[in-house]
């Protein structure tokens, strides 16, 4: 029987329809499989938790026994944290008057107060164990606040502080004194920068360099670049890297605008390599190699330390094998390799990630250890990734430049920096370097073991986190007790642990009897108590109830 003309067109059409629609569909399909599967990997939802998660916060009761513990044991914190909100007051009274009275008028600063641990307990811990944002002096490995009380420095100055705050003490006083005769003049450039770029071609084995003002700055040009030579749209991430501040590079929390032309996938993933092979929207990857800590999982902080299910362990072999993949695959489907090394580069090695991995990118980012701490990005990349315009279209240009991008203190403090990098005694620092961390952890944690303490660090060289054996709700609490022995962390706690090279056996065996006794104190005061019963499971279904009761209407 023959159809009408009418519906043999729309059959007709419907068969295309499908021939297109499945292509497209499959291709969705395998992006939505290469993201990681937890929330790092799903930025909006990950944006609808955060709006859905509703406050609330423990009274002075369930403050000390939100994991069910017995009246005797709820007692024993109780008392443990008001002696020690007593040590703090005393001790660092000078610096605590300081914080609040510029936390009034620091955002920068009130946020990180409130985000030094679970939300759940901020506020408690804000009144009485605030800490001092203040530093006056720094000498050899430590600092001191503005109280006169001396610290170990842990904080590592955000991985800036790579080979000690002396070192670059002394590269910003001598770039004081070869930039002062031409002071603050921007827009020329002081003939260093001729030497500071041929010393970048050399380390990063690129041709070209450009100059920004900040990690984030560099990491946008580069992604820029990437796209107008490509002319793709997309770049693709991992799941929880960092790579600044900017919308497309923070796709989940923190961003008030999802990015649309974003790709969150899962770091060793090969479903992540067969997105990669197949898309054509693709104009980059970025990879932070910090991430070789933490496959897929976000910087970790205490303020996220709400169980003890926090993990990281460096596989050197495996995270360098996926490196390989994923450059042969960009060179196969001509994507931009771009290694982030605004927190690693120099600290690893010489020659950065790319030294130490045995992967050459196409582009390199670095920051601000770069030029002794003061503020800079560079780019570094292939000549033919560089280039700003087309010769044969006057209008067609990647626009970038920085009124800061070549001041003469960054540039002569760069270059003290770097002409003590090119030093062969100097370079010396990085023999056996992953021996001396790798073992310095080993010897940290044979002492927690010994010891029949909860915690333990894995490393990444001398970038260090601290993870927990036992299910708890107060594992937060460590990193007042480690300032307590005189330890000096960053804003996020534990989850952070920055070395500088210039820890010698001696040093570092002193802060690892103050981590010990840290730990012992803690322990004593009953935090680390846990029922047979509490799993990070239970813990997290406890959190999931009472959040429920809080949105619970009334």
């Not at 620091?106 to 164990?129: A, G, K, N």
């Not at 649309?260 to 929207?281: G, K």
């Not at 090394?341 to 120099?346: D, K, Q, R, S, T």
């Amino acid at each position: 029987m023959d159809l009408p003309l009418p519906i043999l067109a729309l059959s007709a059409a419907a068969v295309a329809g499908a021939a297109v629609a499945f292509p497209k569909l499959n291709a969705r399909l395998a992006l939505s499989r290469a993201k990681h599967r937890s929330l790092t990997g799903h930025s909006k939802l990950s944006r609808t938790v955060a709006r859905l998660l509703p406050f609330y916060e423990f009274d002075n009761n369930d403050f000390f026994g939100s994991d069910g513990a017995p009246r005797e044991v709820v007692k024993q914190r109780r008392e443990a944290f008001f002696r020690l909100a007593r040590l703090y007051e005393e001790r660092y009274a000078k610096g605590r008057q300081l914080t609040a009275d510029a936390s009034s008028r620091i955002s920068d600063l009130r946020f990180t107060e409130t985000y030094r641990v679970p939300f759940q307990y901020s506020r408690m811990v804000r009144e009485h164990l605030s800490t001092s944002a203040f530093m006056q002096s720094s000498c050899g490995v430590t600092v001191t606040d503005v109280d006169g009380n001396v610290f170990y420095d842990l904080a590592g100055s955000y991985g800036v502080n790579i080979f000690g705050n002396d070192f670059y003490k002394d590269c910003i006083a001598a770039a004081e004194k070869r930039a002062h005769a031409l002071g603050p003049v921007l827009g020329p450039y002081h003939p260093v920068i001729t030497d500071n770029v041929r010393r970048l071609c050399e380390i990063s084995g690129l041709d070209e360099v450009s100059f920004h003002m900040s990690g984030t700055e560099a990491v946008m040009q580069a992604v820029r670049l990437a796209r107008y030579h490509t002319r793709r749209s997309h770049l693709v991430r991992f799941a929880g890297a960092y790579h600044g501040w900017w919308g497309d590079v923070q796709p989940g929390v923190g961003n008030p605008i999802s990015p649309h032309e974003t790709y969150t996938l899962a770091d060793m993933s090969e479903r992540t390599l067969h997105v990669l092979r197949t898309r054509r929207d693709i104009a980059c990857v970025l990879v932070n190699p910090l991430q070789a800590l933490h496959p897929n999982g976000n910087a970790p902080a205490d303020s996220a330390l709400v169980d003890s299910s926090r993990k990281s362990q460096l596989d050197r072999a495996a995270y360098g094998e996926w490196l390989k993949r994923l450059r042969e695959v960009c060179t196969e489907r001509s994507i931009v390799l771009i290694f982030d090394e605004i927190f690693v580069g120099f600290r690893l090695a010489a020659g950065g990630a790319q030294e130490y991995f045995g992967v050459r990118a196409d582009m390199v980012t670095y920051g601000k250890s770069l030029a002794g701490g003061l503020p800079v990005g560079a780019v570094c990349g292939r000549k033919d990734l560089m280039r700003r315009f087309r010769d044969d279209r006057p209008a067609d240009v990647c626009f970038a430049r920085g009124t800061f991008n070549s001041h003469p203190y960054v540039m002569t403090a760069m270059n003290e920096f770097l002409s003590r990098l090119a030093d062969p005694n100097f370079l010396s620092i990085y023999d056996g370097l992953d021996e001396t961390w790798n073992g310095r952890a080993k010897q940290l944690n044979d002492l927690l073991s010994a010891r029949n303490l909860a915690v333990r660090v894995s490393n990444l060289s001398s970038i260090w986190t601290v993870h927990y054996t036992e299910p708890s709700r107060y594992n937060w609490m460590f990193q007042y007790y480690l300032r307590a022995e005189g330890l000096a962390l960053s804003w996020v706690g534990t989850g952070r642990l920055i070395f500088s090279l210039n820890y010698n056996d001696a040093d570092f065996s002193v802060v690892a009897d103050r981590f010990v006794t840290a730990a012992e104190n803690m322990k004593r005061d009953g935090w680390w108590w846990h029922s047979p019963s509490l799993t990070n499971k239970s813990v997290r279904r406890q959190i999931l109830r009472e959040m429920i009761t809080r949105r619970r209407p009334r």
